[in-house]
């Protein structure tokens, strides 16, 4: 009797064992999960541990183990995962952490792991993080400061946007770190400076990546070939910028460095081809466009910029001061070629001209500027060519003309006399 209690015994002890290990394995089976002390973690594919959030942290301040106990002995810590410590309603119920350190062993930030963290003042990142993903520090509004280790090879967008004290970033130096991504820095006014000269094995920057920052001077790495559009758009601080030189950086994006408020000068590198719309719109300090002497596409006289052949008139600088008389080369005036030269006082154009593009005196706003006289080989002006030319009182439109587009002299307060032509008439009540 005695020993069939035992055998029963014995069996309930095996039972017992076996079911424990089945549990533990459960827990280190890949998509297992559990807390240890504050940390929420889940077990990746490769046995290790991704952090997946905390508990509310004593006084804000976290520092990350390398490794966690997870039951059956520790596991290491290799991954922050997406939207670890993310709000579920950052206005309501924002984030507590004010400083974090990562261990090491972390190797990926998971997008918008950090996002909206507007209580973080420091980060320091493991040495050997190779990813970070999109919105992994969004709108970390009290961090001042991030050095990338140069381990990091890949970088989502909008990783540090809207970062509103950032004020200095060191990227990542390596060979495998070769995109800017866009969107990184969008918002962070107070971001005057970072090692992106030294980049030299970066070929591309994304669009908008600077977009409403603070930085006041930057000389881009010749590696790079591809810029996005608005990468520097309303960078109201910047003085200076030296576009890449290489035979690859072709093209200057659509709005590159528009509303740039204190760009004073700018040099169009030999191997730029096309330049992209509006890509100087609203530089109103800028005062003089240089060009490479081996462009095959541009070129420059007294700062203003012109195709090689000099037959059209593409950039008058807003910040160009004093009157213009145009080459006699020039057969069209480009489409907003002079917006908001407020500066200018008088110009002469050429009897070879033969079109004024669209806007192409829009906002010349100087009182001096009085009166612009349009040649006979004029056959086409196109929308709001003179709009808001504030000081221009007189205006005589040739007889030869063909098209004039509508809303031509809209907001010409002082124009007091316009001579047209008797095919022009009808349509004139359109043209103000």
């Known amino acids: 009797m005695k020993q069939r209690w035992k055998s029963k015994f014995l069996a309930l002890i095996l039972v017992v064992i076996m079911t424990l290990g089945v549990l533990t394995a459960a827990v280190q089976a890949a998509g297992g999960t559990g807390t240890t002390g504050v940390w929420k973690w889940k077990i990746l594919d490769d046995g290790t541990l991704g952090i997946t959030g905390c ?6 301040d976290l520092i990350l183990p390398a490794s966690l106990e997870t039951g059956s002995g520790p596991l290491a810590v290799t991954s922050i995962e997406a939207n670890a410590f993310k709000s579920s309603s950052p206005l309501f119920f924002p984030s507590d952490i004010k400083t974090f350190v990562m261990p090491d062993s972390v190797t990926r930030v998971g997008d918008s792991a950090f996002y909206w963290c507007n209580k973080l003042t420091s980060v320091t990142l493991s040495a050997n993080l190779r990813t970070m993903g999109a919105s992994a520090f969004f709108n970390c509004t009290e961090l001042t400061s991030i050095a990338l280790p140069d381990t990091l090879e890949s970088i989502g967008a909008s990783a540090l946007a809207n970062c509103s004290v950032l004020s200095e970033v060191r990227l990542p130096d390596n060979a495998g770190f070769t995109a800017l991504p866009e969107k ?5 006014t107070l971001l005057k400076t970072t090692n992106i000269v030294s980049l030299t094995h970066l070929t591309s920057i994304g ?32 003085a200076s910028i030296n576009l890449p030189d290489n035979p690859g950086f072709t093209a200057i994006p659509d709005s590159i460095l528009a509303e740039c408020k204190a760009l004073q000068s700018l040099t169009i590198p030999a191997s730029v081809t096309s330049i992209g719309a509006d890509a100087l719109n609203g530089c109103n300090v800028l005062s003089s466009i240089t060009v490479a002497g081996t462009n095959p596409a541009f070129t420059s006289e007294g700062g203003v910029l012109y195709n090689a052949a000099k037959t059209i008139l593409i950039c008058h600088p807003a910040g160009r001061s004093g009157s213009l008389t145009i080459p006699d080369s020039v057969t069209e005036i480009g489409n907003y070629a002079f917006l908001n030269s407020s500066h200018l006082t008088a110009v002469t154009i050429p009897d070879s001209v033969e079109r004024i593009g669209e806007g192409a005196f829009f906002n010349c706003s100087n009182p001096s500027l009085t009166r612009i006289t349009l040649p006979d080989s004029v056959q086409s002006i196109g929308s709001y060519a003179f709009n808001a030319c504030a000081g221009v009182t007189q205006m005589t439109i040739p007889e030869g003309i063909e098209v004039i587009g509508p809303y031509t002299f809209n907001a010409c307060g002082s124009l007091t006399g316009i001579a047209l032509s008797d095919s022009l008439q009808a349509s004139a009540t359109s043209l103000f």
């Open 207 to 238: 669009k908008m990546a600077f977009l409403g920052t603070g930085i006041e001077n930057i000389t881009l790495p010749n590696s790079v070939t591809v810029i996005g559009n608005g990468a520097f758009n309303a960078c109201w601080h910047l």
């Open 55 to 60: 508990t509310t942290p004593s006084g804000g």
């Open 184 to 188: 990184l820095f969008n918002g962070d």
